[in-house]
């Protein structure tokens, strides 16, 4: 039979006695993984409930992965990074030469501080190391125009990076090489950050973010060309009210299942379960069907009961919970 990956993420894991009885009820849903966020906070104070999560986790035969959860900003996650707090230098640098509340993926002490986290992640022993999203700063309103007054990253170590690549000094404007050089950066901070995985003999997970972007990866053949990218996904979430969930979670799915089948990677899709609408839990339904329709083996959702204690929770968290749970029963009897 062929492997079913079937996982929810889970947050605000700090005391483990509590968390247990949550991740029995995750495996008696149906699903095979769960994806802890393991933030800057939780690596400075919550190691060991974390150790003793990931065990437990593990006794009832779920698979791990850890989420480097809105670490200095550069991934996704709803929390804050005092790195960037307290080491300015870390920080990327506007176009107009403003400091940003996000780490640089090219600033070597970022990459630091991300090796250390690997090594205490791999203390705890997961399956998996799932890297959320990388990006560089987004400007949601200059999204779109190809010229952009605002765009990030003109730090030293970008500018650096980009006159040794170009031959001549960055830009202080938006043109074709730039929005290469950032492509490619978000490409080589994704490589960095899955080859000392690897080299921890744990599997590497890549989500991509499902939209054009300048301070993404658009061109998702080159993410998948990482040789140590094991797991290739995105997350298209859907908007409340959003006609056509089945054809936009499709259309992702299946550009996720042709880059995982050509790069043999595996390929996997998230699925909406926060900012859910009261009588829209259907669409979950729609959404797992649409993915599995296009091969996709590895689905997971976020969050654990329609992430019903933060702000995006769902407006009726059981009946989220119930569909999902319903849907992952389904899928492991076909
Ligand atoms: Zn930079």
């Known amino acids: 039979m062929e492997k079913l990956s079937l996982g929810v993420s889970y947050y605000g894991n700090r005391i483990p006695w509590r968390v247990k009885e949550d991740l029995a009820a995750i495996r008696e849903a149906g699903c095979t993984t769960v994806v802890h966020t393991f933030s800057e906070e939780d690596h400075q104070f919550y190691q060991p409930a974390m150790?003793?999560?990931?065990?437990?986790?593990?006794?009832?035969?779920?698979?791990?992965?850890?989420?480097?959860?809105?670490?200095g900003q550069a991934f996704g996650g709803e929390t804050y990074s005092a790195l960037?707090?307290?080491?300015?230098?870390?920080?990327?640098?506007?176009?107009?030469?403003?400091?940003?509340?996000?780490?640089?993926?090219?600033?070597?002490?970022?990459?630091?501080?991300?090796?250390?986290?690997?090594?205490?992640?791999?203390?705890?022993?997961?399956?998996?190391?799932?890297?959320?999203?990388?990006h560089f700063h987004i400007y949601p309103e200059a999204e779109g125009d190809a010229q952009p007054k605002l765009w990030a990253c003109c730090c030293a170590e970008c500018k650096k990076l980009f006159e040794k690549r170009f031959g001549h000094p960055m830009p202080d404007r938006m043109t074709p090489e730039v929005r290469l050089f950032k492509e490619d950066c978000i490409v080589d901070f994704s490589r960095f950050l899955c080859d000392a995985t690897k080299a921890k003999g744990i599997r590497a997970a890549l989500c991509l973010l499902p939209f054009?972007?300048?301070?993404?990866?658009?061109?998702?053949?080159?993410?998948?060309?990482i040789p140590s990218v094991d797991i290739i996904g995105t997350d298209p979430y859907w908007r409340p009210r959003q006609p056509d969930v089945a054809r936009h979670v499709g259309r992702f799915s299946q550009r996720i299942a042709e880059l995982a089948g050509r790069f043999h990677k595996e390929g996997q899709i998230w699925i909406l379960n926060f900012n859910i609408p009261k009588g829209e839990e259907g669409k979950i339904k729609e959404a797992i069907e649409a993915a599995w329709e296009a091969g996709i083996r590895n689905l997971a959702a976020w969050s654990y009961f329609g992430a019903s204690y933060i702000s995006l929770k769902a407006e009726d968290p059981p009946a989220v919970w119930k569909t999902l749970s319903a849907c992952y029963q389904d899928l492991r009897k076909r």
């Not at 437990?56 to 809105?70: F, M, N």
């Not at 054009?212 to 060309?225: L, Q």
Request: hydrophobic share 45%.
């Open 51 to 71: 150790e003793q999560i990931v065990a437990d986790s593990h006794a009832l035969g779920l698979e791990v992965w850890l989420d480097p959860w809105g670490v």
């Open 84 to 134: 960037v707090m307290k080491d300015l230098k870390l920080r990327q640098v506007s176009s107009t030469g403003e400091l940003l509340p996000i780490a640089c993926p090219n600033q070597p002490a970022f990459r630091d501080y991300l090796m250390k986290w690997i090594d205490t992640c791999a203390r705890f022993k997961p399956e998996v190391l799932f890297w959320d999203e990388p």
């Open 212 to 225: 054009e972007n300048s301070s993404t990866i658009n061109n998702w053949e080159k993410a998948a060309a």
